[in-house]
T-cell receptor, first 118, second 113 residues
Framework: AQKITQTQPGMFVQEKEAVTLDCTYD???????LFWYKQPSSGEMIFLIY??????QNATEGRYSLNFQKARKSANLVISASQLGDSAMYFC???????????????FGTGTRLQVTL | NAGVMQNPRHLVRRRGQEARLRCSPM?????VYWYRQLPEEGLKFMVY????????ESGMPKERFSAEFPKEGPSILRIQQVVRGDSAAYFC???????????FGPGTRLTVL
């Protein structure tokens, strides 16, 4: 079974600063994928970034980067130069492998609420 | 370049009524997934469908819930005889292939009175 743990229920960061949102995962699958999604107060789920378990380099998408440490089973999201519009809930999620029947379903963590302040 | 469409965005039902939630995937996507989000929680997988086929329904409650994705038209999540505990946000996602990134719709907020 897959499990995602997000231990920070809430975080504050000042505008223009960088912030790291923690995510650890547990799986016995050899192949898996890790995702981060943003959920603003309006409620939609916005895809931010993806890291495959065999990707050797950390994923980056604009101001978002994923700090992937496979041995530690962590996939932290780093947001650089925070903006007021970054205030939202952030969810870490993972999918498993085909041979374990978990490739088609995402397992989500409980989320971290990020508040960007002036 | 429309994204995943869901309707209605908000749905109010009284206990015992039926709820029908619709999802149109992104153009070119043939894989549809439904998730449920209870207040202050993460999303929980319910069901994965391809056209005319239910592939994985391991997250669906055994009773009252059903899903379909017909050859023509949107995917439908149907909840019969709703109860207060069904109040939640229901999200649909789609992807071009199974292991690709899932893109989510705006969700349907179901309130059961």
């Amino acid at each position: 079974a897959q499990k995602i743990t997000q231990t920070q229920p809430g975080m504050f960061v000042q505008e223009k600063e960088a912030v790291t949102l923690d995510c650890t995962y547990d799986t016995s699958d050899q192949s898996y994928g890790l995702f981060w999604y943003k959920q603003p107060s309006s409620g939609e789920m916005i895809f931010l970034i993806y890291q495959g378990s065999y990707d050797e380099q950390n994923a980056t998408e604009g101001r978002y980067s994923l700090n992937f440490q496979k041995a530690r089973k962590s996939a932290n999201l780093v947001i650089s130069a925070s903006q007021l519009g970054d205030s939202a809930m952030y969810f870490c999620a993972m999918r498993g492998a085909w041979d374990t029947g978990t490739a088609s379903k995402l397992t989500f963590g409980t989320g971290t609420r990020l508040q960007v302040t002036l | 370049n429309a994204g995943v469409m869901q309707n209605p965005r908000h749905l109010v039902r009284r206990r015992g009524q039926e709820a029908r939630l619709r999802c149109s995937p992104m153009k070119g996507h043939s894989h549809v997934y439904w998730y449920r989000q209870l207040p202050e929680e993460g999303l929980k997988f319910m069901v994965y469908l391809q056209k005319e086929n239910i592939i994985d329904e391991s997250g669906m409650p055994k009773e009252r819930f059903s899903a379909e994705f017909p050859k023509e038209g949107p995917s439908i999540l149907r909840i019969q005889q709703v109860v207060r505990g069904d109040s939640a946000a229901y999200f649909c996602a789609s992807s071009p292939f199974t292991t690709d990134t899932q893109y989510f719709g705006p969700g349907t907020r179901l309130t059961v009175l």
